[in-house]
């Protein structure tokens, strides 16, 4: 019963913190934004430069508070989809868009392959897309040399499958159970290479099992992974 009470007061306490720093920084990153409209002019190279890495690093911290508050209400079955009518194929081509550039900079090929010019859906447009978003850059953050290849199909009648193929560092078997759990990584020192909360993957299967669907990895040491999502094209409210 200790354990218990202990494990819900850690529960509140980190949906309390994070919601409680959500609200300077929005403030932060609300007023740097303005300053750079307001004021681009008069500022010079260096100002800009300066007021672009107050906006970016806001941004990020505020990505990793959102990502903690999304796994407190995932585990608290707090999380609505927000349903809606979409082309499935139009958001991953956007999305491996907005990517490129991470694949650029680390010249790796960013591959997109379609089987099917849309696939119509009914699902949460955001909720996909951070699916999405979490796999490409974990794929692409996680490839030193080679390809991140996505792929989108219907393999059957009101199904969707998206895989996301890359020629990274791999997973080990040991370690492919335990990547789904929060906060884990498989290089877990504080001298480890890359950054994240270890988060990305606990909400992507959270979401992926709200949306009726299922994610399953493959991978080899030194080769890469393949992380393939599939889902019902017409997800209902659990
Ligand atoms: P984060 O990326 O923030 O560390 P994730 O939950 O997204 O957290 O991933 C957990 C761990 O799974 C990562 O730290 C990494 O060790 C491993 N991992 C995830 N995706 C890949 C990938 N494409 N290739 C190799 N390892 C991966």
Redesign the pocket.
């Known amino acids: 019963l200790e354990l218990i009470e202990s494990d819900r007061l850690k529960e509140q306490f980190i949906a309390t913190m994070s919601h409680e720093l959500r609200t300077p920084l929005t403030a932060i990153l609300g007023f740097s934004t303005l300053l750079m409209r307001q004021f681009h002019q008069r500022f010079d190279e260096q100002q800009v430069m300066l007021i672009e890495r107050v906006i970016e690093n806001g941004r990020h911290l505020l990505h990793l508070i959102e990502d903690i508050l999304d796994v407190t209400r995932l585990r608290a079955n707090q999380v609505e989809l927000q349903l809606e009518t979409f082309d499935a194929v139009s958001l991953v081509i956007h999305v491996v868009e907005e990517l490129r550039s991470l694949a650029e900079k680390k010249n790796l090929e960013l591959n997109l392959q379609i089987f099917q010019p849309s696939i119509i859906v009914m699902n949460d447009q955001t909720r996909l897309r951070q699916i999405l978003v979490?796999l490409i850059s974990?794929?692409i953050?996680?490839?030193e040399t080679g390809n991140v290849t996505v792929q989108i199909r219907s393999p059957q009648r009101g199904q969707l499958a998206i895989a996301v193929q890359?020629t990274?560092?791999?997973?080990s078997e040991t370690?492919l159970n335990l990547?789904f759990q929060e906060f884990?990584?498989?290089?877990q020192t504080l001298a480890r290479q890359?950054s994240?909360?270890?988060?990305?993957?606990?909400i992507?299967k959270a979401l992926t099992q709200l949306m009726g669907g299922e994610i399953s990895v493959q991978?080899q040491v030194g080769q890469g992974?393949c992380?393939l999502v599939e889902l019902p094209c017409q997800v209902s409210h659990p």
């Open positions: 979490n974990n794929a953050k996680f490839t890359d990274g560092i791999g997973i370690d990547i884990r990584q498989v290089n890359h994240g909360t270890g988060l990305g993957l606990a992507t991978s992974s992380f």
